[in-house]
C-alpha cells in the first residue's frame, strides 16, 4: 500500500508543475519470465497489471521520465482444512511480488502516428504471500506475509502508436490515446520468496532465495493528461 502513496506523491508533485509537456497516465497488462533459478523455483511464470506515469522533458528533446507501480502472480493453491468446530473449508494461498520502478525513456523515433523508444529502468521488487478462506464462518483468520525484496534494473525497448490519430486524424484529441508496448531485460538481486508446496500451510515453509532475474513483456494505453 505504501508503494501506491509514493506513485500518487509522484504524480500529484509534477502534475502541480506549471508546464506544457506532455504528461501521460495508463495500465499495462505484464507477462514475466523468471530465469536462473528463479524460474526453476517458481511453478509457473509470473503475470499482473501495472500503472504507469511518464513525463516529456520537452519538445526539443527525446527523453521522458515516469515511475511504474504493479503486481504479478506466479501461484496460487488451495488447502483442505477444519477449524477446531469440525468445519471443512478451504484456503486460497496466492504467491505475488508487488514492483516498483522509476523509468527513463528515450524516443529515437517519433511521427504523428508512432514513436520507437528504448527504455531503462530501477527499482524494486518486493515478494509477498496471502491466505484466505473460501468462507467467513470458520475460525481462520486471513494471513499475510512479506518474505523478502530485490533490487531490478533493466533495458528494453518497444513502441507507441497513436490510437486517436488513426480514429480520428486530426483535431484536438488526435495524440489523446496511445497503445504502448515494451520488452525489457532485468537483472535481480538476491531475495527470499514462497512458492507454496501442497498441503503446507506455514507461510515460513517453502521458502527459497535466489537471484530475481527475469524478462518482461508488457502491452497497454496511456492516455495523455494536459
Not at 131 to 153: C, K, L, M, R, W
Not at 168 to 196: C, E, I, L, P
Not at 211 to 221: E, I, K, P, Q, S
Amino acid at each position: 500500500m505504501s508503494y501506491f502513496r509514493i506513485l500518487s506523491a509522484l504524480v500529484i508533485l509534477i502534475a502541480m508543475q506549471s508546464t506544457s509537456e506532455a504528461q501521460l497516465l495508463g495500465f499495462n497488462y505484464s507477462k514475466f519470465y523468471a530465469q536462473g533459478d528463479f524460474n526453476r523455483n517458481i511453478d509457473q511464470d509470473p503475470a499482473g497489471i501495472s500503472f504507469i506515469y511518464f513525463h516529456d522533458l520537452g519538445e526539443e528533446t527525446p527523453w521522458s521520465i515516469g515511475a511504474e507501480l504493479g503486481v504479478a502472480m506466479y501461484s496460487m493453491k488451495t488447502f483442505d482444512a477444519v477449524d477446531p468446530q469440525g468445519r471443512e473449508f478451504v484456503i486460497h494461498e496466492e504467491d505475488c511480488f508487488w514492483t516498483f520502478h522509476a523509468i527513463a525513456r528515450h524516443s529515437f523515433y517519433r511521427s504523428e502516428l508512432l514513436q520507437i523508444h528504448a527504455e531503462g529502468r530501477l527499482g524494486i521488487s518486493t515478494f509477498f504471500s496471502d491466505q484466505y478462506p473460501n468462507i467467513e464462518e470458520v475460525d481462520f483468520e486471513g494471513h499475510s506475509e512479506t518474505h523478502g525484496t530485490a533490487f531490478n534494473a533493466g533495458l528494453g525497448a518497444g513502441f507507441s502508436v497513436n490510437l486517436s490519430g488513426l480514429l480520428h486524424g486530426d483535431g484536438d484529441s488526435r495524440d489523446r490515446v496511445w497503445f504502448s508496448t515494451v520488452y525489457t531485460q532485468s537483472a535481480g538481486t538476491r531475495s527470499r520468496y514462497r512458492n507454496a508446496p501442497e498441503d503446507v500451510l506455514r507461510l515460513d515453509e517453502g521458502e527459497y532465495r535466489s537471484l530475481t532475474d527475469y524478462a518482461n513483456f508488457r502491452f497497454g494505453v496511456l492516455f495523455r493528461l494536459d
